[in-house]
């Protein structure tokens, strides 16, 4: 199974790394070459080199050139692990089997950015880490897995990270 990986920030980073240790068939990468944007960015470029994994920097995941290099790929799957972005139709049909993301909340709860901070602000005691496929809105689709998870009272957005 051919994946085409999207992501920039410490999880991505750990499941690519997870990915390559399996040995996966990981056949290409999306992600940033920097982000002020996310607080936990991660550059996978070194990861990507040392395995030779073509990478690619992207400032639009939706872009014709992305979408292009992409469909060069002919990924049968797409993971998309860590990314801040809406995805567009165009790019959520290209792999035969979808795209699945992640996102470390309660879905259909909680949806959009700063989840963990959310749950914090909201006084939850407890969220999910969730797999889902993606579709065209933040953070909808089918739900793949959810795993549930206690928020202690001394817990912060890092230590529940």
């Known amino acids: 199974m051919k994946i085409l990986f999207i992501g ?16 996966a ?24 080199k040392l ?9 639009d995941i939706n872009s014709v050139e992305t979408i292009n290099w992409i469909k060069y790929l002919e990924p049968d799957i797409i993971f998309c692990f860590g990314w801040s972005y809406l995805i567009k139709k165009e790019l ?18 909680n949806r959009g950015r700063h989840p963990l901070i959310w749950a914090l602000a909201l006084g939850l005691k407890e969220s999910a880490s969730t797999f889902f496929f993606i579709e065209e809105g933040a953070d ?14 001394d817990d912060n957005a890092a230590s529940i990270y």
């Open 92 to 109: 959520l049909n290209i792999a035969p089997m979808g795209v699945v993301g992640y996102h470390p909340a309660a879905l259909p709860q």
């Open 8 to 23: 920039t920030v410490e999880f991505s980073f750990r499941t690519l790394e997870k990915l390559i240790n399996i040995k």
């Open 51 to 59: 395995n030779n994994i073509p990478c690619l920097h992207v400032k």
């Open 25 to 48: 068939d990981v056949v290409g990468v999306c992600t940033k070459k920097i982000s002020n944007f996310n607080s936990d960015f991660k550059d996978l470029t070194p990861i990507c």
């Open 140 to 153: 909808d689709g089918d739900i793949l897995s959810q795993a549930d998870f206690e928020i202690l009272y």
